[in-house]
């Protein structure tokens, strides 16, 4: 797959760390532009200065997926700077931890806002350019919250639950415009979102436990099922939830002890 998706336009929300920057990084290895969408602009700048790409060939721009003046920014300035956009990475994303009689109704609308009419609106204002410009690929991150029931996350596991449907439906809606829509679901990966948990090790030994391979997913692990569906090596591959999850939601609870 090696520069698949090289001199490509893409914007990848929630940049600043974790999954996103996993996925940025692997996008401007592969030689493609990116717009670094993202709340924390100045660490974010730093960052990938650090990284040393060519600032050519990426931009930050600020941006709350709440907002839908910020959303449509965004789109603006990369077709600005880079012409189009041929990808969209929604993958901004936020977890609150409560019991399902605790949550409230401003927790309900963060998270959903945040991961699920968030995701929607990246996707349609992204997808107009798209449909204007004959094709592009649309990549929402989910998780396995979308089809396994966890503890405390209601709102988290509503909101991913929302996005595999969305997938879908709008993997259907614009198909006739030649752009694709998929969701990649990670299991646990050592990302800020599930930073303090598994800073008990009893709980990373649990999240390793449950998936087929004993390991944790590392954000760059995303990197490489994120370029395959932005590339034209899946270019008959739409509509689909892809699991990377170690086996995690395909692994049975044991009911007897290995020999």
């Given at each position: ?47 990938f200065e650090d990284f040393g790409f060519d600032q050519e060939n990426w931009f930050v721009q600020k941006c709350d997926v709440r907002n839908l003046e910020d959303i449509r920014e965004m789109v603006r300035r990369t077709v600005e700077r880079f012409g189009t956009v041929d990808i969209m990475v929604a993958n901004s994303g936020i977890q ?164």
């Open positions: 797959m090696s520069n698949s998706i090289r001199g490509k336009v893409a914007i990848v929300t929630g940049a600043s760390s974790g999954i996103g920057t996993g996925i940025a990084r692997r996008y401007l290895e592969e030689g493609a532009k990116v717009c670094l969408a993202v709340r924390k602009t100045e660490e974010t700048q730093k960052m609150l931890r409560a019991p399902f009689l605790e949550v409230t109704e401003e927790d309900y609308d963060t998270v959903l806002d945040t991961n699920l009419k968030g995701s929607f609106f990246c996707a349609q204002e992204a997808g107009r350019v798209m449909a204007a410009n004959g094709g592009g690929s649309i990549i929402f991150i989910g998780s396995v919250g979308s089809v396994q029931a966890n503890p405390n996350v209601t709102t988290y596991g509503a909101s991913k639950g929302g996005l595999k449907a969305l997938t879908m439906h709008v993997a259907l809606d614009l198909g006739q415009y030649g752009i694709r829509c998929n969701c990649v679901a990670p299991g646990t990966v050592r990302s800020n979102i599930n930073k303090y948990r598994l800073q008990d090790p009893r709980q990373e030994q649990a999240s390793r436990d449950v998936n087929m391979l004993n390991i944790l997913a590392e954000p760059e692990d995303c990197g490489g099922i994120a370029v395959f569906l932005a590339s034209d090596d899946s270019r008959f591959i739409t509509g689909e939830q892809i699991m990377l999850d170690g086996g995690t939601t395909v692994k049975a609870a044991p009911l007897w002890v290995r020999s």
